[in-house]
């Protein structure tokens, strides 16, 4: 008998909540409440397939910022999406030391930062201010309990036609 092996991939890994956040950003545009962009990781393309016109090698070529940048209401706004398998925790080594740094820099120039994160157990969103995550990051926890979430941080779901 043959056993068959589940393969694990990370990389879709939190396609489906990006999608909501791109989908609220165009809501967002359309209201005219806020211009936030998703921010690309910059790449450098080695070698092109010239038949296909596909990549076929292509590496990081520098850490990029957080995922989304923007304006609100004539307010910067910089943040990171997670999201997290996990029922009780977001692990800590999900967060990037460039992703945080580039958070508390935004903050200190009077900007809007955060971590959006999503729990996919619960179904539940929540946004970490920069500087609870800091608070976290530099107490040398490994990760930040899903109860803090639901005491001190405040919860977004859909509505008025927004998904997040």
């Given at each position: 008998m043959?056993?068959?092996?589940?393969?694990?991939?990370?990389?879709?890994?939190?396609?489906?909540?990006?999608?909501?956040?791109?989908?609220?950003?165009?809501?967002?545009?359309?209201?005219?409440?806020?211009?936030?962009?998703?921010?690309?990781?910059?790449?450098?393309?080695?070698?092109?397939?010239?038949?296909?016109?596909?990549?076929?090698?292509?590496?990081?070529?520098?850490?990029?910022?957080?995922?989304?940048i923007g304006?609100?209401?004539?307010?910067?706004?910089?943040?990171?999406?997670?999201?997290?398998?996990?029922?009780?925790?977001?692990?800590?080594?999900?967060?990037?030391?460039?992703?945080t740094?580039?958070?508390?820099?935004?903050?200190?120039?009077?900007?809007?930062?955060?971590?959006?994160?999503?729990?996919?157990?619960?179904?539940?969103?929540?946004?970490?201010?920069?500087?609870?995550?800091?608070?976290?990051?530099?107490?040398?926890?490994?990760?930040?309990?899903?109860?803090?979430?639901?005491?001190?941080?405040?919860?977004?779901?859909?509505?008025?036609?927004?998904?997040?």
């Open positions: 043959v056993k068959y092996k589940k393969r694990t991939s990370h990389s879709n890994r939190g396609r489906d909540f990006q999608t909501y956040i791109n989908q609220s950003i165009e809501r967002y545009a359309t209201l005219e409440v806020a211009e936030i962009e998703e921010v690309a990781t910059p790449i450098r393309v080695e070698k092109v397939d010239r038949t296909t016109k596909k990549i076929t090698s292509a590496f990081f070529e520098r850490k990029s910022t957080v995922d989304y304006i609100v209401k004539g307010k910067f706004i910089g943040f990171d999406a997670k999201e997290t398998a996990d029922a009780n925790k977001v692990p800590l080594k999900n967060v990037h030391e460039h992703q740094v580039k958070l508390v820099r935004y903050r200190r120039q009077g900007g809007i930062s955060f971590l959006l994160v999503h729990f996919k157990a619960q179904q539940e969103t929540y946004i970490l201010k920069t500087q609870d995550l800091m608070k976290w990051v530099e107490g040398s926890g490994a990760s930040i309990p899903y109860q803090f979430f639901k005491e001190h941080c405040k919860r977004c779901g859909p509505g008025r036609n927004i998904s997040i």
